[in-house]
T-cell receptor, first 117, second 113 residues
Protein backbone atom coordinates (compact mmCIF):
# COMPACT_ATOMS: atom_id res chain seq x y z
CA UNK A 1 0.00 0.00 0.00
CA UNK A 2 1.26 3.46 -0.85
CA UNK A 3 1.06 6.15 1.75
CA UNK A 4 2.69 8.22 4.45
CA UNK A 5 3.70 6.86 7.81
CA UNK A 6 4.51 8.87 10.91
CA UNK A 7 6.02 7.54 14.08
CA UNK A 8 5.53 7.45 16.92
CA UNK A 9 1.79 8.09 17.26
CA UNK A 10 2.26 9.54 20.77
CA UNK A 11 5.44 11.08 22.11
CA UNK A 12 6.24 12.46 25.52
CA UNK A 13 9.18 14.72 26.14
CA UNK A 14 10.70 16.36 29.16
CA UNK A 15 11.45 20.05 28.98
CA UNK A 16 14.91 20.74 27.57
CA UNK A 17 15.06 17.60 25.43
CA UNK A 18 15.22 17.43 21.66
CA UNK A 19 12.96 14.91 19.96
CA UNK A 20 12.74 13.73 16.36
CA UNK A 21 9.49 12.87 14.62
CA UNK A 22 9.67 10.45 11.73
CA UNK A 23 7.89 10.83 8.38
CA UNK A 24 8.26 8.37 5.52
CA UNK A 25 6.41 8.19 2.19
CA UNK A 26 6.44 5.59 -0.58
CA UNK A 27 4.37 7.62 -3.03
CA UNK A 28 7.44 8.78 -4.94
CA UNK A 29 6.45 12.38 -4.22
CA UNK A 30 8.97 15.16 -4.63
CA UNK A 31 7.61 17.58 -2.04
CA UNK A 32 7.12 17.01 1.68
CA UNK A 33 5.73 19.24 4.44
CA UNK A 34 5.48 19.50 8.20
CA UNK A 35 2.52 21.19 9.90
CA UNK A 36 1.65 21.91 13.47
CA UNK A 37 -1.97 21.81 14.58
CA UNK A 38 -3.31 23.47 17.71
CA UNK A 39 -7.00 23.62 18.68
CA UNK A 40 -8.86 26.37 16.81
CA UNK A 41 -5.82 27.43 14.77
CA UNK A 42 -5.95 25.15 11.77
CA UNK A 43 -2.67 23.93 10.31
CA UNK A 44 0.46 26.05 10.37
CA UNK A 45 3.40 25.28 8.11
CA UNK A 46 6.71 24.58 9.87
CA UNK A 47 9.04 23.51 7.05
CA UNK A 48 8.71 22.18 3.55
CA UNK A 49 10.99 20.54 1.03
CA UNK A 50 10.40 20.52 -2.71
CA UNK A 51 13.39 18.38 -3.59
CA UNK A 52 16.03 16.25 -1.91
CA UNK A 53 18.75 18.18 -0.05
CA UNK A 54 16.71 21.38 -0.08
CA UNK A 55 14.11 22.78 2.31
CA UNK A 56 12.50 26.11 3.21
CA UNK A 57 11.16 27.62 6.41
CA UNK A 58 7.44 27.94 6.79
CA UNK A 59 5.50 30.33 8.99
CA UNK A 60 6.61 28.94 12.36
CA UNK A 61 10.08 27.41 11.85
CA UNK A 62 11.68 28.77 15.03
CA UNK A 63 12.66 25.96 17.39
CA UNK A 64 12.42 23.28 14.71
CA UNK A 65 14.88 21.70 12.27
CA UNK A 66 14.56 19.27 9.37
CA UNK A 67 16.65 17.30 6.91
CA UNK A 68 15.90 15.80 3.51
CA UNK A 69 18.67 13.37 2.66
CA UNK A 70 16.37 10.90 0.93
CA UNK A 71 13.31 11.47 -1.23
CA UNK A 72 11.11 9.27 0.95
CA UNK A 73 12.09 10.67 4.35
CA UNK A 74 11.62 14.07 6.00
CA UNK A 75 12.30 13.92 9.77
CA UNK A 76 11.41 16.86 12.02
CA UNK A 77 13.41 17.67 15.15
CA UNK A 78 11.70 19.67 17.86
CA UNK A 79 14.48 21.38 19.77
CA UNK A 80 14.59 22.70 23.30
CA UNK A 81 14.35 26.20 21.80
CA UNK A 82 10.71 25.61 20.89
CA UNK A 83 8.83 27.36 23.69
CA UNK A 84 5.53 25.52 23.47
CA UNK A 85 5.98 22.24 21.58
CA UNK A 86 2.90 20.41 22.84
CA UNK A 87 0.78 19.93 19.69
CA UNK A 88 -0.36 17.54 16.99
CA UNK A 89 2.18 17.29 14.16
CA UNK A 90 1.20 16.33 10.64
CA UNK A 91 3.45 15.37 7.76
CA UNK A 92 2.29 15.58 4.14
CA UNK A 93 3.65 15.01 0.66
CA UNK A 94 2.69 16.08 -2.85
CA UNK A 95 3.78 15.14 -6.33
CA UNK A 96 5.01 18.42 -7.82
CA UNK A 97 8.32 19.72 -6.58
CA UNK A 98 9.65 22.94 -8.02
CA UNK A 99 6.99 22.92 -10.75
CA UNK A 100 4.11 23.52 -8.33
CA UNK A 101 0.78 23.79 -10.09
CA UNK A 102 -2.80 22.65 -9.80
CA UNK A 103 -1.97 19.08 -8.86
CA UNK A 104 -0.55 20.27 -5.57
CA UNK A 105 -2.89 17.94 -3.71
CA UNK A 106 -1.27 16.93 -0.45
CA UNK A 107 -1.49 13.50 1.13
CA UNK A 108 -1.29 13.40 4.90
CA UNK A 109 0.11 10.99 7.44
CA UNK A 110 -1.82 9.98 10.59
CA UNK A 111 0.01 12.47 12.80
CA UNK A 112 2.14 12.44 15.94
CA UNK A 113 0.86 13.92 19.18
CA UNK A 114 3.72 15.43 21.16
CA UNK A 115 3.28 16.26 24.83
CA UNK A 116 5.88 18.04 26.92
CA UNK A 117 5.83 16.99 30.55
CA UNK B 1 -1.19 36.98 -1.31
CA UNK B 2 -3.59 34.12 -0.92
CA UNK B 3 -5.84 33.58 2.08
CA UNK B 4 -8.81 31.50 3.14
CA UNK B 5 -11.65 32.37 5.51
CA UNK B 6 -13.97 29.73 6.83
CA UNK B 7 -16.97 31.67 7.98
CA UNK B 8 -18.11 29.32 10.74
CA UNK B 9 -15.93 27.73 13.36
CA UNK B 10 -18.70 25.29 14.34
CA UNK B 11 -21.79 24.04 12.50
CA UNK B 12 -24.37 21.76 14.04
CA UNK B 13 -27.00 19.89 11.99
CA UNK B 14 -29.48 17.12 12.58
CA UNK B 15 -28.95 13.76 10.91
CA UNK B 16 -30.65 13.70 7.50
CA UNK B 17 -30.65 17.48 7.03
CA UNK B 18 -28.46 19.42 4.57
CA UNK B 19 -24.93 20.52 5.36
CA UNK B 20 -23.43 23.86 4.31
CA UNK B 21 -19.85 24.79 5.25
CA UNK B 22 -18.82 28.19 3.97
CA UNK B 23 -15.43 29.22 2.57
CA UNK B 24 -14.23 32.45 0.99
CA UNK B 25 -10.81 32.82 -0.55
CA UNK B 26 -8.48 35.52 -1.75
CA UNK B 27 -5.97 34.88 -4.52
CA UNK B 28 -4.01 36.95 -7.01
CA UNK B 29 -4.25 34.23 -9.66
CA UNK B 30 -6.64 31.48 -10.68
CA UNK B 31 -6.38 29.26 -7.65
CA UNK B 32 -6.78 25.59 -6.99
CA UNK B 33 -9.13 24.94 -4.08
CA UNK B 34 -9.50 21.90 -1.86
CA UNK B 35 -11.67 20.63 0.96
CA UNK B 36 -10.11 18.23 3.46
CA UNK B 37 -11.78 16.35 6.32
CA UNK B 38 -10.15 15.36 9.60
CA UNK B 39 -11.62 12.94 12.10
CA UNK B 40 -10.39 13.19 15.71
CA UNK B 41 -6.69 12.42 16.15
CA UNK B 42 -6.34 11.45 12.49
CA UNK B 43 -4.61 12.88 9.44
CA UNK B 44 -6.42 14.87 6.77
CA UNK B 45 -8.25 13.22 3.89
CA UNK B 46 -9.06 14.95 0.61
CA UNK B 47 -12.80 15.37 0.01
CA UNK B 48 -12.64 17.18 -3.31
CA UNK B 49 -10.63 19.66 -5.36
CA UNK B 50 -11.25 22.39 -7.91
CA UNK B 51 -8.65 22.92 -10.62
CA UNK B 52 -10.63 25.02 -13.19
CA UNK B 53 -12.10 22.06 -15.11
CA UNK B 54 -15.67 22.46 -13.80
CA UNK B 55 -17.18 24.86 -11.30
CA UNK B 56 -19.28 22.20 -9.57
CA UNK B 57 -17.04 19.61 -8.04
CA UNK B 58 -18.21 16.28 -6.67
CA UNK B 59 -16.24 14.56 -3.95
CA UNK B 60 -16.35 11.52 -1.78
CA UNK B 61 -19.14 10.57 0.64
CA UNK B 62 -21.75 12.65 -1.20
CA UNK B 63 -20.09 16.03 -0.69
CA UNK B 64 -19.83 18.64 -3.41
CA UNK B 65 -18.63 22.22 -3.73
CA UNK B 66 -19.26 25.03 -6.18
CA UNK B 67 -16.58 27.47 -7.25
CA UNK B 68 -18.03 30.99 -7.64
CA UNK B 69 -15.40 33.39 -8.90
CA UNK B 70 -17.64 36.46 -8.63
CA UNK B 71 -18.24 35.74 -4.96
CA UNK B 72 -14.73 34.29 -4.32
CA UNK B 73 -16.44 31.39 -2.58
CA UNK B 74 -16.07 27.63 -2.50
CA UNK B 75 -18.80 26.39 -0.15
CA UNK B 76 -19.08 22.70 0.72
CA UNK B 77 -22.50 21.04 0.72
CA UNK B 78 -24.12 17.68 1.29
CA UNK B 79 -27.85 17.00 0.87
CA UNK B 80 -28.24 14.75 3.90
CA UNK B 81 -25.92 14.58 6.89
CA UNK B 82 -24.85 11.27 8.38
CA UNK B 83 -23.49 10.71 11.87
CA UNK B 84 -20.15 9.68 10.35
CA UNK B 85 -19.79 13.17 8.81
CA UNK B 86 -19.02 14.64 12.23
CA UNK B 87 -15.44 15.90 11.88
CA UNK B 88 -13.30 18.99 11.24
CA UNK B 89 -13.33 20.37 7.69
CA UNK B 90 -10.62 22.53 6.15
CA UNK B 91 -10.86 24.73 3.08
CA UNK B 92 -7.48 25.14 1.34
CA UNK B 93 -6.17 27.34 -1.47
CA UNK B 94 -3.17 26.90 -3.73
CA UNK B 95 -1.81 29.18 -6.40
CA UNK B 96 0.28 28.01 -9.31
CA UNK B 97 3.98 27.91 -8.70
CA UNK B 98 6.00 26.98 -5.69
CA UNK B 99 3.83 28.46 -2.96
CA UNK B 100 2.66 26.06 -0.23
CA UNK B 101 -1.01 25.45 0.48
CA UNK B 102 -2.86 27.91 2.69
CA UNK B 103 -5.34 26.39 5.13
CA UNK B 104 -8.44 27.90 6.67
CA UNK B 105 -8.83 27.58 10.43
CA UNK B 106 -11.36 24.80 10.07
CA UNK B 107 -15.07 24.23 10.71
CA UNK B 108 -16.15 21.62 13.20
CA UNK B 109 -19.27 19.81 12.03
CA UNK B 110 -21.49 18.19 14.66
CA UNK B 111 -24.31 15.86 13.62
CA UNK B 112 -27.16 15.37 16.07
CA UNK B 113 -29.17 12.15 16.05
Amino acid sequence: DGGITQSPKYLFRKEGQNVTLSCEQNLNHDAMYWYRQDPGQGLRLIYYSQIVNDFQKGDIAEGYSVSREKKESFPLTVTSAQKNPTAFYLCASSRPGLAGGPDNEQFFGPGTRLTVL
Amino acid sequence: AQSVTQLDSHVSVSEGTPVLLRCNYSSSYSPSLFWYVQHPNKGLQLLLKYTSAATLVKGINGFEAEFKKSETSFHLTKPSAHMSDAAEYFCVVSERGNTPLVFGKGTRLSVIA
